[in-house]
């Protein structure tokens, strides 16, 4: 008589067993080798013992313990004299017993693998048992009615592999039995292709968000939301990149996403927080809103509006902003005061700076005090006004700032950091006098009161509009807003192919490599323009992505347009051209004049009040004119030379030091710029070209089949 375990029932994973007495002979629990089959086999095991839920293999040196739950097979083989009993284990491992009187082998053989079967029914319970509990789990992972983000199905997948790990047999014999079988295979579907199934249940919960707030993307603005625009509105990642081309609607998603979010339940007002880059996108956001959402509860942000908030909450005190961030004559005459003061005091910093803006810069200076020259001065105050503002933005410390630099320039950034720190050391003790702080260093308090703790963020949802001009402060910024709250999302909104302000901090790589910096996430495509033909958005989608480094997406029109909607103009037509529009352009319909600098104004519009009385003339920098947009437009200076478009690198090495890193394409940020401007218009679009030193945009819009006119 011996005893036998038996499942009793699981609790909590686990199960218990009861213990039975076992009627049976003796000999049936021990199978040994004959003495010639020993002999002969020459083999380390000769005898085997069946125990409660496993057997024992042994022989005079050896002895090996294989429990049921480590069994795949058990084979009974025949040879030509003596019996051979084989036990298959994971990893394609075998131990075998030879030797064996042939009758007594099967004897033995029947009675274990009756055993270690009436175990394994018994174990199946449970495994079949566990995977129900993994697909109960995957099941009401799916009917919350949420978003699966890869963080959650991450979740899953380690939770079933756990479950896996703590199965009574090997995984591979799942498949053998008819109560796991099915549900050993739903889980495996998960495991092998964990991102189909993920994508699969968002795709099927995208339908069903479209198809019960249908008549709120219906209404929330004056046009009912296009379908790509309501799938980026309801995507519930963690960090959703909308890439929204130049009139693609990005006002519209950015309103309806708040509304969604309130609608359904996901955030209340005070929980959603909406950045804008100025004061004016930010009150225009706010009048949207308003319009609408019927809502005064949603307040858009610029980021410093935001970090001032932030101190406000964090630090009970107050900052005011200086008065210097606010005009720049003063700015500049402050740290122009500062220059001469250190030239004419230290004969070292005057040799400095004459080096410095002889070698580097190019300048021909005047012999004996340069530094007192009205036109070096003229030059110098919007110089240093840019170079401090870029080490303020900085925010480290000038050892930190020289360690950061590109090793191929530290040596000598180094040196130029030296002379500019009496004028930083200036600005800072300025704005200590007043009581003041500046932008940057605004928003640098605001993320140590958040790394402090003294700020706790109410945001769950934050929204950002033109994230393609955000800096690597203001992505700190975030990052610290969302440090608090790991479940917070970031959805933001923008256009790599209008990124046309690094000269002010921005880093394109923030956008194009959105995920590498803020996390796990996905991006979507706003994929239909509302504002220009079919015509104007393949010259310009396809002259923008000739560099590589932008994203692909697709943007459509809705208008097909003409061959001549883009046209190559001589510069000496545009009092012909004005002439033209003035006899069909209506009067409530606005013409755009863009050039690269302020001065560049054509002289023509001087007399446009009285020749062209009817017409709605606008003359903007493309810089200014990003978000605009007009009826016609016309694109002055392709040229080289001075004041040549593209415009050729002026940078000195404070810029190639602080500024982040262009992409290794030429001209890619005027491509960018003249991309900005080719799609302000909404019928057609002009672009004057010096006929003596032409732009070689002009030639790269020729190979893409855009039309030159010799007249209007």
């Not at 994971?90 to 009758?103: I, M």
């Not at 003229?378 to 590109?406: K, N, T, Y």
């Not at 002026?650 to 810029?655: D, G």
Request: aromatic fraction near 8%.
């Amino acid at each position: 008589m011996y005893l036998i375990f038996r499942l009793e029932h699981l609790i909590s994973g686990s199960y218990t067993v009861s213990i039975e007495h076992y009627s049976g002979i003796w000999q049936d629990m021990e199978l040994k080798a004959t003495s010639l089959g020993k002999r002969m086999a020459q083999h380390p095991y000769d005898r085997v013992e069946l125990l409660h839920a496993g057997v024992k293999v042994s022989g005079d040196r050896h002895e090996y313990l294989l429990p049921f739950n480590q069994l795949l097979a058990i084979h009974c083989k025949r040879g030509l004299v003596w019996g051979e009993l084989e036990f298959v284990l994971p990893d394609e491992k075998v131990v075998r017993l030879h030797g064996t009187e042939w009758g007594d082998t099967q004897r033995f053989y029947h009675h274990l693998q009756s055993r270690w079967q009436q175990w394994s029914s018994e174990m199946s319970e449970v495994a079949a048992g566990v995977l129900q509990q993994q697909l109960t789990d995957i099941t009401r992972a799916s009917a919350d009615g949420k978003w699966l983000t890869r963080s959650a199905v991450e979740h899953i997948r380690q939770k079933i592999t756990r479950a896996l790990e703590a199965l009574p047999f090997p995984v591979s014999r799942l498949e053998s039995f008819d109560n796991c079988r099915e549900l050993w295979r739903q889980c495996r579907g998960w495991l092998e292709d964990i991102e189909a199934s993920r994508l699969a249940h968002n795709q099927a919960f995208t339908e069903a968000m479209l198809s019960q707030y249908g008549a709120f993307f219906d209404s929330v603005e004056s046009s009912p939301l296009n379908d790509a625009q309501a799938r980026a509105v309801v995507n519930g990642e963690r960090a959703l990149l909308v890439l929204a081309g130049a009139g693609s609607g990005k006002t519209s998603v950015l309103v309806a996403r708040a509304g969604w979010l309130m609608a359904r339940g996901e955030a209340t007002a005070e929980q959603i927080l909406l950045l804008a880059f100025g004061r004016k996108a930010a009150e225009e956001m706010d009048d949207r809103i308003r319009e609408r959402l019927h809502t005064e509860s949603i307040s858009a942000k610029t980021f410093h509006a935001l970090a001032l908030h932030i101190i406000q909450q964090g630090s009970k005190k107050v900052p005011s902003i200086s008065r210097l961030e606010n005009d720049a004559a003063a700015r500049q005459a402050l740290l122009v005061e500062c220059w001469q003061q250190q030239c004419s005091e230290k004969k070292a910093q005057a040799k400095g700076w004459r080096q410095w803006l002889d070698e580097e810069m190019d300048w021909s200076l005047p012999e004996g005090d340069y530094w007192q020259d009205e036109k070096v001065v003229r030059r110098m105050g919007s110089r240093l006004d840019r170079w401090v503002s870029l080490m303020r933005m900085h925010g480290g410390s000038q050892a930190e700032m020289i360690a950061s630099a590109p090793e191929e320039i530290r040596e000598l950034f180094g040196k130029r950091v030296k002379l500019m720190a009496p004028l930083l050391k200036a600005w800072k003790t300025a704005l200590k006098d007043e009581g003041a702080v500046d932008f940057s260093g605004l928003i640098h308090q605001a993320i140590n009161v958040l790394e402090k703790g003294r700020f706790i963020s109410p945001w769950k949802h934050i929204l950002v509009d033109e994230f393609q001009d955000i800096s690597p402060q203001r992505a700190a910024l975030l990052a610290a807003l969302r440090k608090q709250n790991t479940q917070t999302t970031l959805f933001a909104v923008g256009d790599d192919w209008q990124a046309i302000y690094r000269f002010s901090g921005a880093q394109l790589s923030l956008t194009t490599a959105f995920n590498h910096y803020f996390g796990e996430g996905d991006s979507c495509s706003l994929d239909t323009t509302y504002r220009f033909n079919g015509r104007i958005g393949d010259i310009a989608n396809r002259f923008i992505q000739q560099n590589p480094h932008q994203l692909a997406k697709p943007l459509n029109s809705l208008l097909a347009g003409d061959k001549n909607a883009v046209t190559l103009l001589p510069d000496d037509k545009l009092d012909a051209l004005l002439d033209k529009l003035s006899g069909y352009v209506k009067p409530d319909q606005r013409i755009l004049i863009l050039g690269r600098y302020h001065y560049l104004k054509p002289q023509a519009l001087e007399k446009a009040a009285t020749r062209w009385p009817k017409l709605n003339l606008d003359y903007m920098t493309i810089h200014a004119s990003k978000g605009q947009q007009a009826d016609y437009v016309i694109i002055v200076g392709l040229q080289e030379g001075q004041d040549a478009f593209p415009a050729p690198a002026r940078e000195s090495i404070m810029e190639d030091a602080l500024l982040p890193q262009p992409e290794d394409f030429p001209d890619a940020e005027e491509r960018r710029l003249l991309y900005v401007a080719l799609t302000r218009t909404r019928h057609r679009v002009w672009l004057l070209y010096s006929k003596d030193a032409p732009s070689p945009f002009v030639d790269a819009l020729s190979d893409l089949g855009v039309p030159t006119a010799r007249r209007p």
